[in-house]
């Protein structure tokens, strides 16, 4: 049987798009205006109406964008801004470049997002901002997390990296906070060939600067007015954007598809694995999904067992199926913040799930056959578990 991947960025290519994306691509090269232009705009009209914004400045890379939203903001030096610990690096990675200090929060490990109702106790009088992570493709709860920062006089960012088109109460990421940012990152839902990134605002002003910012702080060619960084959105990625964001909503009800299947298929069949919810109010775009494998072990002669995740990981492994662990060390746990003072056990919710997820395969390709192999796969594990544990 051949191999499951964890994803494949080949099959969408090579079923919907390798005739238009090369016809455009071609098109773009023998224009000679490879940097700015009308691929540009015309992407950046088209994404801002798709999340329902005024604007959308596009960037090099999701990275970038947060960087850029934080510095359009005004947030730097004694700043200090709420988000989860349990995500991507770049997340607070860009507080800290900003000089801002991240404050991190535990999560519910229901959803796998921050815990909103964790938000308040951690803001303090330097508190600017509020960074919600909608991880996984999940929205986080945007309708208390918008009461608490108007209550509190705090901006909003959100870090809609892996959620392109997710929905909290009929609204769009992106569409909620004062400034969407978006990854553009191959493996996205709505994925170039290559690094890119978008900021989305419907803040006139807001948008202005950002496109100052991303080029070199210059408002006009050669006049600075303030330090910048090079940020440019490609246009050969533009252009590739442009098309297949005619294809985005196609491909996210593809993985809601695949999500309901695994979710019917693990039901009836393995009691043992904790499923992903969708969210009750939000509309999910299932750029992983993610289970949870508890792990009962306990420490024996100063070692740490070896994690259920990681067994029925390495079980899969032999049987052709690929998968993927986010992120097996929380933020407050990395060694860089650990000056921060975040002791082990001191956010316990994102330190047991970081022991306990395991991504199937998930992409908007994957056939109900594959499900099927992933979901016996994974009973083959415990069947055999089961055995050896009967006497």
């Given at each position: 049987m051949s191999p499951i991947p964890p994803l494949d960025l080949t099959r969408q290519y090579t079923t919907l798009l390798e005739a238009d994306v090369s016809t455009a691509v071609l098109a773009l090269l023998r224009s000679g205006r490879y940097i700015g232009g009308q691929a540009i705009t015309d992407f950046e009209a088209a994404f801002a109406s798709y999340v329902g914004n005024d604007h959308c400045v596009g960037c090099n890379s999701g990275t970038d964008a947060l960087y850029l939203a934080l510095r359009a903001l005004d947030i730097g030096p004694g700043a200090e801004v709420i988000t989860s610990t349990f995500t991507f690096i770049a997340t607070a990675e860009t507080i800290s470049a900003v000089g801002a200090k991240p404050v991190f929060v535990d999560i519910d490990p229901n959803t796998f997002n921050l815990d909103v109702a964790q938000v308040e106790a951690a803001i303090t009088p330097a508190t600017r901002a509020i960074m919600p992570v909608h991880l996984f493709g999940r929205p986080v709860d945007m309708a208390a997390v918008m009461a608490i920062a108007t209550q509190h006089n705090l901006l909003v960012i959100e870090d809609c990296a892996q959620a392109a088109g997710a929905q909290w109460q009929g609204r769009q990421v992106g569409s909620i906070g004062h400034i969407g940012c978006f990854s553009f990152f191959p493996t996205k839902n709505l994925g170039a060939c290559g690094d890119a990134g978008a900021i989305t605002t419907n803040d006139a002003a807001i948008a202005t600067r950002l496109k100052v910012l991303r080029e070199h702080g210059q408002p006009q060619r050669y006049t600075h007015t303030e330090i910048g960084i090079n940020s440019r959105l490609d246009a050969i990625q533009a252009t590739i954007l442009q098309i297949k964001l005619n294809y985005l909503e196609q491909w996210n009800q593809q993985r809601a598809a695949i999500a309901s299947r695994y979710d019917q298929l693990l039901a009836s069949a393995l009691p043992e694995v904790i499923?992903?919810?969708?969210?009750?109010?939000?509309?999910?775009?299932?750029?992983?999904?993610?289970?949870?494998?508890?792990?009962?072990?306990?420490?024996?002669?100063?070692?740490?067992?070896?994690?259920?995740?990681?067994?029925?990981?390495?079980?899969?492994?032999?049987?052709?199926?690929?998968?993927?662990?986010?992120?097996?060390?929380?933020?407050?746990?990395?060694?860089?913040?650990?000056?921060?003072?975040?002791?082990?056990?001191?956010?316990?919710?994102?330190?047991?799930?970081?022991?306990?997820?395991?991504?199937?395969?998930?992409?908007?390709?994957?056939?109900?056959?594959?499900?099927?192999?992933?979901?016996?796969?994974?009973?083959?594990?415990?069947?055999?578990?089961?055995?050896?544990?009967?006497?």
């Open positions: 499923r992903p919810t969708a969210p009750a109010q939000g509309k999910a775009v299932w750029n992983q999904y993610s289970i949870r494998l508890p792990h009962a072990g306990s420490a024996t002669n100063g070692q740490q067992p070896e994690l259920l995740r990681d067994r029925v990981r390495a079980h899969l492994q032999t049987q052709g199926i690929s998968s993927m662990i986010y992120y097996p060390i929380p933020l407050h746990r990395q060694p860089v913040y650990a000056d921060l003072g975040y002791g082990e056990g001191s956010l316990p919710r994102s330190e047991q799930v970081a022991q306990e997820v395991l991504a199937l395969p998930m992409f908007p390709e994957l056939t109900a056959t594959e499900q099927e192999r992933v979901v016996a796969g994974l009973q083959d594990y415990f069947a055999a578990a089961v055995h050896q544990a009967s006497p």
